[in-house]
T-cell receptor, first 112, second 114 residues
Framework: DAGVTQSPTHLIKTRGQQVTLRCSPK?????VSWYQQALGQGPQFIFQ???????QRGNFPDRFSGHQFPNYSSELNVNALLLGDSALYLC???????????FGPGTRLTVT | GDSVTQMEGPVTLSEEAFLTINCTYT??????LFWYVQYPGEGLQLLLK?????DKGSNKGFEATYRKETTSFHLEKGSVQVSDSAVYFC?????????????FGKGTRLHILP
């Protein structure tokens, strides 16, 4: 049973560029949440997708957007990258928004 | 809003020492409480969980008890090993609601010396 997978593993972008990160949830899961983990900090909730809609959003600007596909996979898009967007981006999946979340290994984004 | 506060690290112990990492929380409802562990180069893994007051979560020799009266969920292990070196995160979620985002503490880095 595959767990949560994320791609790419590492990414280097230049300030002002746009980036797309991808997540495939654990088999049987239908809800995907995204978190940003800055160096030396705990993960911060960005948003959650369920039934292809954004259901909850944390304190992140509109430059952060997402999408969920019919197969429950998800993308996180960040526009107009800032140096401060450099972080580990974690995807977590769960079932019906009400169960335990399983985390993927993350995508390390570096903005230069 | 809901929040989690945990002791700052790094914490350095010798192998076989007793471990306590303190965690307190603030929540308006009745959250579930978690300890997650992040080993070097790996993703977050759920270590243990407790969903109601006085529950004790346990796994791999680690334990934590949900104390509603003191709003605490301290992590303990009787005898640590070098392989326990990692970053530990205390967290909470209002599980059972549609809004089940997880709120994490800042993490405590643990170093175990052989």
């Amino acid at each position: 049973d595959a767990g949560v997978t994320q791609s790419p593993t590492h990414l280097i972008k230049t300030r002002g560029q746009q980036v797309t990160l991808r997540c495939s949830p654990k088999s049987g899961h239908d809800t995907v949440s995204w978190y940003q983990q800055a160096l030396g900090q705990g993960p911060q909730f960005i948003f959650q997708y369920y039934e292809e809609e954004e259901r909850q959003r944390g304190n992140f600007p509109d430059r952060f957007s997402g999408h969920q596909f019919p197969n429950y996979s998800s993308e996180l898009n960040v526009n107009a990258l800032l140096l401060g967007d450099s972080a580990l981006y974690l995807c977590a999946s769960s079932f019906r928004q009400t169960y335990e979340q399983y985390f993927g290994p993350g995508t390390r984004l570096t903005v230069t | 809003g809901d929040s989690v506060t945990q002791m700052e690290g790094p914490v350095t112990l010798s192998e076989e020492a007793f471990l306590t990492i303190n965690c307190t929380y603030t929540a308006t409802g009745y959250p579930s409480l978690f300890w997650y562990v992040q080993y070097p180069g790996e993703g977050l893994q759920l270590l243990l969980k407790a969903t109601k007051a006085d529950d004790k979560g346990s796994n791999k020799g680690f334990e934590a008890t949900y104390r509603k009266e003191t709003t605490s969920f301290h992590l303990e292990k009787g005898s640590v090993q070098v392989s326990d070196s990692a970053v530990y995160f205390c967290a909470l979620s209002e599980e059972g609601r549609r809004d089940d985002k997880i709120i994490f503490g800042k993490g405590t880095r643990l170093h175990i010396l052989p």
